[in-house]
């Protein structure tokens, strides 16, 4: 899924543009693994997704 979403979104952070994405992850929206629509996912780097699951709601 992270090769795919590299290739048709580019190899960037899709919230803060961080561009080694060696280390991106694959971020789920509704924040259910098991919901692998493409529309529901994004790629992000550590620090966004760290932000998303924690910070979000603080």
Sequence with gaps: ?????LKER????EKCDYNKYEILQVHHK???K???NLENLEL???NCHY???FLKNS
């Design 1 to 5: 899924m992270k090769i795919r979403l």
């Design 10 to 13: 580019g190899k960037k952070c």
């Design 30 to 32: 509704d924040r259910n």
């Design 34 to 36: 098991n919901h692998n």
């Design 44 to 46: 992000i780097c550590p």
């Design 51 to 53: 932000e998303e699951h």
